[in-house]
C-alpha cells in the first residue's frame, strides 16, 4: 500500500488496540502503542531511501529483506525498545504485541497488490503479489479517515476500527471474486492463454491485463465485466544474441528482470550503437508502456548507458540516458 495508508493504519491500530485491558489501563503504555503502531505501520518501507541511490538498486530490494520473516520478528523488538527507554511506565509485552501485530499487517497488505514482497525470505525470494488491491485504494483509505474522523467525535474507538476492519475483509473477498469473474472473463475471449497478469486500477471494476499464449502477447484491460484487447505482440523468444548476452550484465537490465515476469524485448543496431530494450506489459497507460529497461551499447559489446524505471516519453528516456552521438 501507499504511505498514506499505512499511516492511517498505524492510527487505526493504535484505536484498536484499546480493546486491549492492558492498554486502556495505562496512559503510557496507550500512548506507547500508539507510537509503536504508527511505527510499525511505516518501518518496513524504510528501503524506500534506496531510490535516492539509484533505480536498479531500489527495484531489486524495494519490499524485499524489509518486508522478509526476520524483518518482520526484528522492527517489532527495535521499536519496542526504543519506545521503552522514553516510556519505561509502558508494559513492553503489549508494546511489543500491538507494534508486531502493525508490521505483520503492513506486509500482509502489501501481499495484495500487483507489486507485491518477498515476504517469504529467506526460505524464498519468490514474490509474492496477490494483484487484487491498487496500490492506492480509495476505499481503504477513505474508510480509515472516516473512521479517524469519528473517534475525534469521541466516538469508542476500539468497536470503531473492530467494525471498519470486518468491513475491510469483507472488501478484500469481493475484491477477490472480481478478480476471478475477470480472469474467467480471459478466458473465455483468449482459451488458450498460459498466463494471465492482472493489475487493479483506482476503480473497482477496472483491470489492467497482461496475457501470454503460446505465440502471442495480448494486453487488455477489463471494466464491468468486459474484457477490451488493446494490443497484440508476437512472442518472439529471446534469440543466441552477443548483445543481449552482454546488455544482460547490466545491473539495470538485470533488475527489471527479476522483477517484471511478462514483458517483450526489442534490439535495434543504430549508426552510432545497439540498443537493447525490454518493455513490461502489465502497465499500459494512455498508449503507453511505461515501465522498461534500456541498455546502449557500442559495437565492441560495451555497455554505454543504461536505464531501468517509469518513463512516460521517448523524449524524457533520452534524457535519461545521456545520449551523446
Same mark, same amino acid.
Given at each position: 500500500?501507499? @504511505?498514506?495508508?499505512? $499511516?492511517?493504519? =498505524? +492510527?487505526?491500530?493504535? &484505536? /484498536?488496540?484499546?480493546?486491549?485491558?492492558v492498554?486502556i489501563d495505562g496512559?503510557s503504555?496507550?500512548?506507547?502503542v500508539l507510537?509503536?503502531?504508527i511505527?510499525?505501520?511505516?518501518?518496513?518501507?524504510i528501503?524506500?531511501?534506496l531510490?535516492?541511490?539509484?533505480?536498479?538498486?531500489y527495484?531489486?530490494?524495494?519490499?524485499?529483506?524489509?518486508?522478509?520473516?526476520?524483518?518482520?520478528?526484528?522492527w517489532?523488538?527495535?521499536?519496542?525498545?526504543?519506545?521503552?527507554a522514553?516510556?519505561?511506565?509502558?508494559?513492553?509485552?503489549h508494546l511489543?504485541l500491538?507494534?508486531?501485530?502493525?508490521?505483520?499487517?503492513?506486509?500482509?497488505?502489501?501481499?495484495f497488490n500487483?507489486?507485491?514482497?518477498?515476504?517469504?525470505?529467506?526460505?524464498?525470494?519468490?514474490?509474492?503479489?496477490?494483484?487484487?488491491?491498487? @496500490?492506492?485504494?480509495? $476505499?481503504?483509505? =477513505? +474508510?480509515?479517515?472516516v &473512521? /479517524?474522523?469519528?473517534?475525534?467525535?469521541?466516538?469508542p474507538?476500539?468497536s470503531?476500527?473492530?467494525?471498519?476492519?470486518?468491513?475491510?475483509i469483507?472488501?478484500?473477498?469481493?475484491r477477490?471474486?472480481?478478480?476471478?469473474?475477470?480472469?474467467?472473463?480471459?478466458?473465455?475471449?483468449?482459451?488458450?492463454?498460459?498466463?494471465i497478469?492482472?493489475?487493479p486500477?483506482?476503480?473497482?471494476?477496472?483491470?489492467?491485463?497482461?496475457?501470454?499464449?503460446?505465440?502471442?502477447?495480448?494486453?487488455?484491460?477489463a471494466?464491468?465485466?468486459?474484457?477490451?484487447?488493446?494490443?497484440t505482440f508476437?512472442?518472439?523468444?529471446?534469440?543466441?544474441?552477443?548483445?543481449l548476452e552482454?546488455?544482460?550484465?547490466?545491473?539495470?537490465?538485470a533488475?527489471?528482470?527479476?522483477?517484471?515476469?511478462?514483458?517483450?524485448?526489442?534490439?535495434?543496431?543504430?549508426?552510432?550503437?545497439?540498443a537493447v530494450?525490454?518493455i513490461?506489459?502489465?502497465y499500459?497507460?494512455n498508449?503507453?508502456?511505461?515501465?522498461v529497461?534500456?541498455?546502449?551499447?557500442?559495437?565492441?559489446?560495451?555497455?554505454?548507458?543504461?536505464?531501468?524505471?517509469?518513463?512516460f516519453?521517448?523524449?524524457?528516456?533520452?534524457?535519461?540516458?545521456?545520449?551523446?552521438l
Amino acid at each position: 500500500m501507499d @504511505t498514506g495508508t499505512h $499511516f492511517v493504519m =498505524g +492510527i487505526a491500530l493504535g &484505536g /484498536l488496540a484499546t480493546l486491549d485491558p492492558v492498554v486502556i489501563d495505562g496512559s503510557s503504555t496507550a500512548q506507547a502503542v500508539l507510537i509503536g503502531t504508527i511505527l510499525g505501520s511505516q518501518a518496513p518501507d524504510i528501503d524506500t531511501i534506496l531510490k535516492l541511490r539509484n533505480n536498479a538498486i531500489y527495484i531489486r530490494n524495494h519490499r524485499g529483506i524489509t518486508h522478509s520473516i526476520p524483518a518482520v520478528l526484528l522492527w517489532p523488538i527495535a521499536i519496542s525498545t526504543v519506545i521503552f527507554a522514553f516510556l519505561p511506565q509502558a508494559d513492553f509485552l503489549h508494546l511489543w504485541l500491538w507494534t508486531f501485530l502493525a508490521v505483520f499487517l503492513h506486509v500482509f497488505v502489501d501481499i495484495f497488490n500487483a507489486y507485491g514482497t518477498q515476504a517469504l525470505r529467506p526460505i524464498s525470494k519468490r514474490w509474492v503479489a496477490l494483484g487484487v488491491i491498487n @496500490t492506492f485504494d480509495p $476505499f481503504i483509505f =477513505g +474508510i480509515h479517515v472516516v &473512521g /479517524l474522523i469519528l473517534w475525534g467525535f469521541h466516538l469508542p474507538p476500539g468497536s470503531l476500527f473492530l467494525t471498519m476492519y470486518g468491513i475491510i475483509i469483507l472488501y478484500y473477498i469481493t475484491r477477490f471474486r472480481e478478480q476471478a469473474l475477470v480472469k474467467r472473463a480471459v478466458r473465455q475471449q483468449i482459451p488458450n492463454c498460459h498466463k494471465i497478469v492482472l493489475s487493479p486500477t483506482m476503480r473497482f471494476r477496472r483491470w489492467k491485463i497482461a496475457v501470454m499464449t503460446d505465440k502471442k502477447f495480448h494486453v487488455a484491460r477489463a471494466e464491468n465485466g468486459q474484457v477490451i484487447i488493446l494490443d497484440t505482440f508476437d512472442r518472439i523468444p529471446l534469440p543466441n544474441s552477443e548483445v543481449l548476452e552482454a546488455a544482460k550484465h547490466d545491473v539495470n537490465l538485470a533488475a527489471f528482470l527479476s522483477f517484471s515476469p511478462i514483458y517483450r524485448w526489442e534490439i535495434e543496431k543504430t549508426e552510432h550503437y545497439y540498443a537493447v530494450r525490454f518493455i513490461d506489459l502489465r502497465y499500459r497507460s494512455n498508449g503507453y508502456y511505461p515501465f522498461v529497461a534500456v541498455v546502449h551499447l557500442d559495437y565492441n559489446l560495451n555497455i554505454l548507458n543504461s536505464y531501468t524505471g517509469w518513463i512516460f516519453s521517448e523524449a524524457k528516456l533520452q534524457k535519461k540516458l545521456n545520449i551523446i552521438l
